[in-house]
């Protein structure tokens, strides 16, 4: 596997997410749909693979139970058609 300045674009941006959702405690509060939508943007802009973006997928909707899989795929679908204009 190949890995590119997307990917580790990538993993710094969720890094920096994480950081600002710690509390001073250690604790961390629930994702807000500004996260989610800003996540999506950065798969989506970024070329990531769809089993990549499944597992995301995956852990948002096992922490949030409202979190909307279709409507967040279709949020990644539309920030990757659209980064070019």
Request: overall charge negative.
């Amino acid at each position: 596997m190949i890995l590119n300045n997307s990917f580790f674009f990538l993993i710094a941006t969720g890094y920096e997410i994480i950081k600002r959702m710690e509390t001073t405690n250690g604790d961390f509060k629930m994702m807000t749909r500004k996260h989610f939508e800003r996540v999506a943007e950065i798969l989506g802009t970024n070329d990531i693979d769809d089993n990549t973006v499944a597992e995301f997928i995956n852990l948002f909707a096992e922490e949030n139970p409202r979190f909307d899989r279709l409507r967040f795929f279709e949020a990644v679908r539309k920030h990757g058609e659209t980064k070019w204009n």
